[in-house]
T-cell receptor
Framework: DAGVIQSPRHEVTEMGQEVTLRCKPI?????LFWYRQTMMRGLELLIY????????DSGMPEDRFSAKMPNASFSTLKIQPSEPRDSAVYFC?????????????FGPGTRLTVL | QKEVEQNSGPLSVPEGAIASLNCTYS??????FFWYRQYSGKSPELIMF????GDKEDGRFTAQLNKASQYVSLLIRDSQPSDSATYLC????????????FGAGTRLTVKP
């Protein structure tokens, strides 16, 4: 079975542009997480969904960030407008809520560079 | 105090030695504990999880949990150069199995 799929793998854009990151969770998983990783701040949870419903977006840094999950197999994280400080690796992770340990499985990440 | 603390390292061990990675957590009611391995430029990969006090072994890896001391560790026996990576400790806090809290990670280098 395929793991979590993310696209694009790399994104270079200019300040002020809109950026959309995409994620396909593991089939059958019902929770999806968006993380951001930087050297300075480590791995930070931005938002998560249970059964396609956003549960906690308190980690979203500001209104420029938004996330959607229109169905069980697709989610997007959008940054508009993007800023250089948004440069980071963005990971999507999924899990089956209700498994014994609720372990999360990560996608390969999108490396975002905002010039 | 950070919720999950790890020594950032780098930790360097010779090939064939035992690598010991340590993690402490602040929420005494935490339930589930995870170790992820992250190679440079790659995503975190789950290698172990543990929820009961004591040891849990999986191949060359042993996770150890001591809830009284709020301490979880990962031992890697017969360390190989391919084990060189950053190891992230992660915890679900009490009553919250959604917001996994990650430590900053310990960078391990295994020298041939």
């Amino acid at each position: 079975d395929a793991g979590v799929i993310q696209s694009p793998r790399h994104e270079v854009t200019e300040m002020g542009q809109e950026v959309t990151l995409r994620c396909k969770p593991i089939s059958g998983h019902n929770s999806l997480f968006w993380y951001r990783q930087t050297m300075m701040r480590g791995l930070e949870l931005l938002i998560y969904f249970n059964n396609n419903v956003p549960i906690d977006d308190s980690g979203m840094p500001e209104d420029r960030f938004s996330a959607k999950m229109p169905n069980a197999s697709f989610s997007t994280l959008k940054i508009q407008p993007s800023e250089p400080r948004d440069s980071a690796v963005y990971f999507c992770a999924s899990r089956f809520l209700g498994s014994s340990y609720n372990e999360q499985f990560f996608g390969p990440g999108t490396r975002l560079t905002v010039l | 105090q950070k919720e999950v603390e790890q020594n950032s390292g780098p930790l360097s061990v010779p090939e064939g030695a035992i690598a010991s990675l340590n993690c402490t957590y602040s929420d005494r009611g935490s339930q589930s504990f995870f170790w992820y391995r992250q190679y440079s430029g790659k995503s975190p990969e789950l290698i172990m999880f543990i929820y009961s006090n004591g040891d849990k072994e999986d191949g060359r890896f042993t996770a150890q949990l001591n809830k009284a001391s709020q301490y979880v560790s990962l031992l890697i026996r017969d360390s190989q150069p391919s084990d060189s990576a950053t190891y992230l400790c992660a915890v679900y806090p009490r009553g919250n199995n959604n917001d996994m809290r990650f430590g900053a990670g310990t960078r391990l280098t295994v020298k041939p």
